[in-house]
């Protein structure tokens, strides 16, 4: 999401150059400074709002065709939008006004070109052929569409495209009102933009999941994953303090023995914690691997970071194996592993 902000920022930013401006090397030169790769579709506007049969309402908005896609044949211009990769259906999709501000929408239907139906009660028909006929547009009516039939398609007209989409937030009445108020000042134009390498349904569950856990808190370790307005923390010279882990809160110890020389009697708690040098003298660990398991032992969120092969995934085998040799004891769990490597994944979940 990051590249789509610093886009949408960068457009609003320089909008008398990008949008307003006629230069074209200037257009240019500034998009390579925002770098983010997005694709900006001149002179859009809200033609109509209408039902849609599986996602609520549905919003009709116009475009200008692309400079070299509005030069070629009906045909090709046919087939760049069949072919083309941008506003795929389900694709994320920014509508920005300079006045009114951003709102985020969904690619809902996207139909390179549509056949006039035989009959008014008929549905409108994609056109899979291509090779029958020079002039694809033929046969093709916008004009006499009804509200419930959608606006016209990507392709027939050389000057503007047509594509449906429907609110990323549904539920956003801040979005519903810009939608209107942007649909009533025709006169002002607004632009889409698009990063077609972002996959928005592919990462669209987890926001959902991040948003869920936000509002209502569920999980363990909310308040560091998801923390609300009312998330306290107390503080020791500037710094957080990660309280102990919750099985070690009563006055429970960790049996070290799974992981010590010739399993050498070893216990870890709260108000006894074992020293480095004590840990680095039984087990195989060395002094920085030892920091950072007494570490995590002792919090209940620990991160532990290194260059490559400084032991990270080693202090996490130990971890595990720890937790896993005192789960049924102190009743710890789930214990969940994530692993980048297939065969250390089920090492781990061995012992």
Not at 50 to 67: L, T, Y
Not at 92 to 113: K, N, Q, S, W, Y
């Amino acid at each position: 999401m990051g590249q789509l902000r610093d886009g949408i920022r960068g457009l609003i930013t320089h909008w008398e150059v990008l949008i307003s401006g006629n230069g074209m090397n200037a257009k240019r030169k500034c998009l390579q400074q925002i770098g983010s790769g997005m694709i900006i579709l001149d002179s859009a506007r809200v033609v109509q709002l209408r039902s849609h049969r599986r996602k609520g309402i549905a919003i009709d908005v116009s475009f200008a065709q692309p400079d070299r896609v509005s030069r070629m044949s009906p045909y090709e211009r046919m087939k760049w939008w069949k072919d083309s990769k941008y506003l795929q259906t389900g694709n994320l999709v920014a509508l920005v006004h300079a006045t009114f501000g951003t709102t985020f929408l969904l690619v809902a239907d996207r139909e390179a070109i549509k056949r006039k139906p035989k009959e008014e009660s008929q549905d409108w028909e994609y056109e899979d052929t291509t090779s029958d006929y020079d002039d694809p547009t033929s046969g093709y009516d916008n004009r006499k569409m009804g509200m419930n039939q959608g606006i016209g398609d990507l392709a027939s007209d050389s000057n503007k495209a047509f594509i449906s989409f429907t609110l990323a937030n549904p539920n956003s009445m801040r979005d519903q009102a810009r939608i209107m108020t942007i649909m009533q000042k025709a006169q002002r134009t607004a632009v889409l933009v698009e990063l077609p390498g972002m996959l928005y349904a592919s990462f669209e569950p987890f926001l959902k999941c991040l948003k869920s856990l936000h509002k209502q808190p569920n999980l363990p370790f909310t308040n560091w994953i998801a923390p609300t307005s009312r998330t306290t923390y107390t503080t020791t010279n500037g710094l957080v303090d990660i309280p102990t882990p919750s099985y070690l809160r009563k006055g429970g110890h960790l049996d070290l023995s799974c992981i010590t020389n010739g399993r050498r009697p070893l216990y870890f708690s709260a108000t006894r914690p074992i020293t480095v040098h004590q840990l680095q003298q039984y087990t195989t660990l060395d002094l920085g691997q030892c920091e950072s398991l007494i570490t995590c032992l002792k919090h209940e969120l620990a991160l532990v970071q290194g260059p490559p092969g400084t032991g990270k995934s080693y202090v996490g085998n130990k971890l595990a194996q720890v937790l896993l040799a005192n789960r049924d004891r102190l009743n710890i769990g789930p214990i969940i592993c994530i692993w980048s490597v297939s065969k250390q994944f089920l090492q781990v979940n061995s012992y």
